[in-house]
């Protein structure tokens, strides 16, 4: 028990609160039944999962220096989650987006997510903290362009998500204050780890209050009438 305790507290209970709003947005989905947002229950379902391995994996290998199993079953899953996580939001706005802008970010982005996972297996054997790094700012770099391109055609005259309570305006404005909030961390994470460590852990706890407010985002969106 005290493990799991330090472990939240190397994040200042952020990762906690994640996971708990996660799990709000969970119930929230199923009561509500909207099926134009029940892909979010999958992707809130493996976000609880990532954390849980996260937290498995400190059990295994608490320093992180050790190229154990768990570190590797990790980092893996963490990628396919990232990308997942794009898939998941480009698909709800994408009626809302232009098809030309959203395509070329998606071609992109996988050319990134796939000459980054292969370096690194051929180079390391693993997916390495850099690799993850770089491909979260290109993660943060495709939802801004993303989310722009919505607000974009959002403020038009003619919008098809015109109506503030819209969902789609809800999950775009989320959206788009975590790519900007997270893309100054995701360019500097690679330099932070590479001094400390630990710190780079410690400060993922930006990333998990962003991950809450993206969550509530959602949630809001789910409660549109």
């Known amino acids: 028990m005290e493990t799991i305790i330090a472990y939240y507290e190397s994040t200042f209970y952020t990762e906690l609160a994640s ?26 379902l493996l976000y609880i999962a990532l954390c849980l391995s996260n937290l498995i994996s400190n059990f295994v290998d608490p320093i992180k220096t050790s190229p154990t199993l768990a570190f590797h079953l990790v980092q893996n899953f963490d990628y396919l989650f990232t990308l997942f996580e794009y898939f998941v939001f480009l698909s709800f706005l994408a009626p809302s987006l232009n098809k030309a802008t959203y395509m070329i970010v998606t071609v992109c982005f996988i050319a990134v997510s ?17 690799a993850l790094t ?3 700012t290109s993660q943060s770099v495709a939802f801004l362009v993303i989310s722009v391109d919505f607000w974009v055609r959002f403020l ?10 819209h969902p789609s305006f809800y999950i775009s404005a989320g959206l788009l204050f975590f790519s900007v909030s997270t893309l100054p961390y995701s360019i500097s994470s690679s330099y932070i780890f590479s001094k400390n460590i630990e710190f780079g852990y410690n400060s993922f706890s930006i990333f998990f209050i962003l991950y809450v407010m ?3 985002s959602v949630i809001k969106a789910c409660l549109c009438k």
């Open 114 to 130: 796939g000459y980054l996972y292969i370096t690194s297996i051929l180079k390391y054997g693993i997916i390495t903290i850099s």
């Open 19 to 44: 996971v708990i709003t996660a799990l709000f947005g969970i119930i929230i989905l199923r009561k509500k039944e909207n099926q134009s947002l029940k892909k979010f229950e999958y992707y809130f």
């Open 156 to 165: 038009r005259p003619v919008s098809k998500a015109k109506k503030p309570n």
């Open 134 to 136: 770089t491909l979260f």
């Open 214 to 216: 993206l969550f509530l």
